[in-house]
């Protein structure tokens, strides 16, 4: 079966210090991926996605960027983070087909910026 | 501009009663809907989905009933557990958009013992 591994699962960083969070999922091969986040009493936004390795599509402006460097391990860095970097960060994975597949879910990095 | 809407933030229900949470969009291309359950600090789960070629699909206590002519689903739990208690999203995608999902901001759901 396939599983889905974020970490860490809580962070507490000063604003302006970088940032490095990762996820990888087993089971699965050349899975689509993204990354979202959930800020306080609002929905998930999709921050990034990935069909393949080394193909990166960003959703929003801001101050993430995010590498696919192997075909199952997506990660999301900063260089100097921001206080409205805060919140609840997730990582999800789905199958490629010819109709739509549902994501699939990592438990999640809780985020804090000091 | 919020796509999909669950304008409702929280809804409370007796155990053994029906839950239905209500989900709206506006983007007439979307043409698959997801809810997800998700419980503090874990990420959410994936729990039912429909086509836009069909207007139910069932799976054990969860339906999802889809009005494509009123851009508007639900989810009706019947009976409703207190394990059932949670943050339900509603989510929506179209062919083509590589499963990237459009979520709602979610709805509170209590079920009271």
């Known amino acids: 079966s396939q599983t889905i591994h974020q970490w860490p699962a809580t962070l507490v960083q000063p604003v302006g210090s970088p940032l490095s969070l990762e996820c990888t999922v087993e089971g699965t091969s050349n899975p689509n991926l993204y990354w979202y986040r959930q800020a306080a009493g609002r929905g998930l936004q999709l921050l990034f996605y990935s069909v393949g390795i080394g193909q990166i599509s960003s959703e929003v402006p801001q101050n993430l960027s995010a590498s696919r460097p192997q075909d199952r391990q997506f990660i999301l860095s900063s260089k100097k983070l921001l206080l409205s970097d805060s919140g609840f960060y997730l990582c999800?994975?789905?199958?490629?087909?010819?109709?739509?597949?549902?994501?699939?879910f990592g438990d999640g990095t809780r985020l804090s910026i000091l | 501009d919020q796509q999909v809407k669950q304008n409702s933030p929280s809804l409370s229900v007796q155990e053994g009663r029906i839950s239905i949470l209500n989900c709206d969009y506006t983007?007439?291309?979307?043409?698959?809907f997801l809810w997800y359950k998700k419980y503090p600090a874990e990420g959410p789960t994936f729990l039912i989905s429909i086509s836009s070629i069909k207007d139910k699909n069932e799976d054990g206590r969860f339906t999802v009933f889809l009005n494509k002519s009123a851009k508007h689903l639900s989810l009706h739990i019947v009976p409703s557990q207190p394990g059932d208690s949670a943050v339900y999203f509603c989510a929506a995608t179209h062919t083509g958009a590589n499963s990237k999902l459009t979520f709602g901001k979610g709805i509170t759901l209590s079920v009271r013992p």
């Open positions: 983007n007439s291309m979307f043409d698959y």
């Open positions: 999800a994975w789905s199958a490629k087909g010819v109709f739509n597949q549902p994501q699939h």
